[in-house]
């Protein structure tokens, strides 16, 4: 495929990991002021942040610590370090833990899928020290585990101190590092995911409902988490996919259950109504083939290390053009992942995003008759271009 060909290919399948404002947008409504500290608006496929109001200042994030606890839970099931139906002994610790509950009783013995369920759906403190104590051993051996994971993940503005979102000085986040943690949930572990979805959870005689309203207000939602202290007001971290589009929006500090509602729904109607998301191309496919000098083959797939995935405002597609430029005189060895070109995509003239080729094979350094035929055909090459 000659890079003209390519181009031309590329204006459909480029991915597009930037700000809104990189696009000249006709007529597009401002996006809705909030009335809440903090808020962010994500697409879950890119990575885009499509709306932010102070979106990486550090709060206070409440019950929205439990998407962490959640989240190393399920991970640490994914590794086979505990398993779902592992019996977790309830120490007086957890027993005592203040604020709301899932009601397990001291010395009992729960499963750890039940414990999940008490924290996703019911947000029960007493649940969520338990489990980190045991996977951890104490609140603060999973505390340590918690931090380790922020920085994992690039949660650049979070810091905790303990797995329930009780309260700390030293114990923030934000609402774009939230995003991030949710995006990781949806997408690492859809079957724990599904849990986010339910309604209620019944434990101990008790049947609570999920805080998030959204579940019964919007059959698009799915997910995730509430919280709530007098310090951090009412916050959410919600998702929602409507025609194959999945949104997440995050809200910090507002006034009322009610609100924290109505306000992320603004954030998704939005979101929903303006933008628009497609996954053309998945990483690893090959685009083009670049020549090798020197190697056991004459040419190298080319690809790229990401899902061709965009997220633009609805109309923008068309406008974008793309073109492809590959290393000069690729020499194998070329291990598989080398970097051996470029994609710019370009709107009007302005460059609004690039990425690296990758190889997507290794080639080998050919034998000696072969490399000096290359060297001669290099030599003259070289003379005439």
Request: with cysteine; proline share 4%.
């Amino acid at each position: 495929m000659n890079i003209t060909t390519f181009a031309k290919r590329l204006c459909l399948l480029v991915p597009l990991l930037l700000s809104p404002a990189a696009f000249a947008v006709e007529m597009m409504p401002s996006p809705p002021q909030l009335a809440a500290k903090s808020y962010v608006l994500m697409d879950a496929s890119s990575g885009n942040v499509l709306v932010e109001n102070n979106g990486d200042q550090r709060l206070p994030p409440a019950s929205l610590t439990k998407l962490m606890t959640a989240y190393i839970a399920t991970l640490e099931i994914r590794r086979g370090q505990i398993g779902e139906n592992d019996p977790v002994t309830v120490s007086e610790n957890a027993w005592r833990t203040g604020g709301s509950r899932m009601f397990i009783k001291v010395g009992s013995q729960v499963t750890v899928s039940d414990l999940l369920h008490g924290i996703i759906i019911q947000s029960g403190n007493d649940a969520s020290v338990a489990l980190s104590e045991h996977i951890a051993g104490s609140e603060d051996a999973f505390a340590d585990m918690m931090n380790k994971t922020v920085a994992d993940l690039g949660m650049t503005n979070s810091h905790f101190m303990n797995p329930t979102g009780l309260p700390n000085p030293e114990h923030y986040s934000s609402a774009h590092d939230m995003a991030v943690l949710a995006r990781a949930i949806i997408h690492e572990d859809p079957a724990h995911y599904a849990i986010y979805s339910q309604k209620e959870f019944f434990w101990n005689g008790i049947k609570q409902p999920n805080r998030n309203l959204l579940l019964w207000r919007d059959k698009t939602v799915d997910g995730l988490k509430t919280g709530h202290t007098d310090e951090a007001g009412y916050c959410m971290v919600s998702s929602a996919v409507r025609d194959g589009m999945r949104l997440i929006a995050v809200v910090f500090g507002t006034n009322s259950e009610v609100a924290r509602a109505s306000e992320t729904q603004k954030l998704l109607t939005y979101g929903f109504r303006f933008f628009e998301t497609q996954t053309f191309y998945q990483k690893g496919a090959e685009l083009a083939q670049a020549p090798v000098w020197k190697g056991t083959t004459n040419q190298v797939k080319a690809g790229l290390a990401e899902d061709l995935t965009m997220t633009l405002p609805k109309g923008q597609l068309k406008k974008l053009a793309a073109s492809m430029t590959m290393n000069p005189q690729l020499i194998a060895p070329i291990a598989k992942g080398d970097v051996i070109g470029k994609v710019e995509v370009k709107l009007e003239d302005k460059v609004v995003h690039s990425a690296d080729l990758i190889a997507l094979d290794a080639v080998d350094e050919g034998g000696i008759f072969r490399r000096m035929w290359d060297s001669i055909r290099l030599f003259f090459y070289g003379l005439f271009n």
